[in-house]
Structures are given as C-alpha cells and as structure tokens.
T-cell receptor, first 114, second 115 residues
Framework: GAGVSQTPSNKVTEKGKYVELRCDPI?????LYWYRQSLGQGPEFLIY????????DSGLPNDRFFAVRPEGSVSTLKIQRTERGDSAVYLCASSLGLARGELFFGEGSRLTVL | DQQVKQNSPSLSVQEGRISILNCDYTNSMFDYFLWYKKYPAEGPTFLIS?????DKNEDGRFTVFLNKSAKHLSLHIVPSQPGDSAVYFC??????????????FGTGTLLAVQP
C-alpha cells in the first residue's frame, strides 16, 4: 500500500493478557517509529528502528514492552501482562532515514485493556 | 516534564479569518520544529516545518514563525477554511547524533473553523 499500515485497528483485551500490534511501513523507508497517544495527550515516543536494529528504545515504559523488526520492514510491538494503563492508541510512523523531515504516520491501533 | 507545551486546548475561528496556534518549548537544544494535523480516527499528517536557523517558513495558507529567544513558535492559517478543523500538534526534535527525527509532541490544540 501507499501508506503506513497498522493492524489491528482496534484491540480489546483483558488485564494480564499478551498483545501484539503490527506495523507495515512505507516501502523503502528505513526508519520506523512507535508512538503511544493517550487520551488528551500528544503522541509519546516509544522506540525507533533504523533498519533491523532498535537504535533508541528510551521511550519504552518498562520491560513489559518490546518491539522487533527482524527483516527491516514490518515491525511488531509486543506488550506482555497488559495493564489498564496501557490503554491508548499506538501509532507507527516511518521515514526515509535519519535526515530531517516528516514522519508518515499510520492510523494507529487502539488498545483497550479491560 | 512537558518539554513542548500547547497551552490552548481549543480555538474557534470564523471561516476566512486568521487562525493562530501557539506552542512553547523549554529545551534550548531543540533545533527543528514541525506542525502536524490530525483528524479523528486518522494518524497525524505533516503540515509544515522550520529549522532553528530560520524565523519564518511559509507554505500556501500556512506560515510558521519561530522566536528562539522566547522559545515560542506559532502557526498561522490564512484564510481559515472549515476543512482546517482538526487537532494541531506542535513537535520538536534535536540533533544529538542519534535519532534526529525523534519527535517530542505537545498536547495539541483543537481548531474549529465555523462556516
């Protein structure tokens, strides 16, 4: 597709469950970012990849959160033992590289933890 | 610690008039600033950016002004159109040899343009 694709668009889960959120970036974009947007807040940086490696994971809130990008394209954000406070919209973005410029965002995955 | 602040949660403007959205930042290391627009149920989309070596950047109806001494930037939309109604996020980044595109966002301002 032409844009950043995220699946699922909505996910409802129970407290304590494991969740995976997927991001398919724009073809050819080497940099990939995960952000989290809570209600009434702006997007908050979680992690970014340059190629296959996580170049900066300083925004991950704790060790329940993990992300991979094994082939340098699709990325999966994994959340273990979900908590109600994890409820948010998880946004993925991609860009051509590290050069200054815009990030292209997907529509997000809305996670609700009951 | 909110490094990028948008103190106006909402703004209402008449169609055809000017919309001015404001943003303040605290980190003097920020050297690149962007504005994103977000419609409901969509991801943010890039609008306009400005480097800290400039004080103004214009793109059609959109102009961003940067006042480094005041650590303040603003987005002007002239003339405002009903389709401009959206949440506007200010974002900033710094170059520290790593992720120069790591953006720090403000909390957003909801702009409503009345027909």
């Amino acid at each position: 597709g032409a844009g950043v694709s995220q699946t699922p668009s909505n996910k409802v889960t129970e407290k304590g469950k494991y969740v995976e959120l997927r991001c398919d970036p724009i073809s050819g974009h080497t940099a990939l970012y995960w952000y989290r947007q809570s209600l009434g807040q702006g997007p908050e940086f979680l992690i970014y990849f340059q190629g296959t490696g996580a170049a900066d994971d300083s925004g991950l809130p704790n060790d329940r959160f993990f992300a991979v990008r094994p082939e340098g394209s699709v990325s999966t954000l994994k959340i273990q033992r979900t908590e109600r406070g994890d409820s948010a919209v998880y946004l993925c973005a991609s860009s051509l590289g590290l050069a200054r410029g815009e990030l292209f965002f997907g529509e997000g995955s809305r996670l609700t933890v009951l | 610690d909110q490094q990028v602040k948008q103190n106006s949660p909402s703004l209402s403007v008449q169609e055809g008039r000017i919309s001015i959205l404001n943003c303040d930042y605290t980190n003097s290391m920020f050297d690149y600033f962007l504005w994103y627009k977000k419609y409901p149920a969509e991801g943010p989309t890039f609008l306009i950016s400005i480097s800290s070596i400039k004080d103004k950047n214009e793109d059609g109806r959109f102009t961003v002004f940067l006042n480094k001494s005041a650590k303040h930037l603003s987005l002007h939309i002239v003339p405002s159109q009903p389709g401009d109604s959206a949440v506007y996020f200010c974002a900033a980044s710094r170059n520290y040899g790593g992720a120069t595109n790591k953006l720090i966002f403000g909390t957003g301002t909801l702009l409503a343009v009345q027909p």
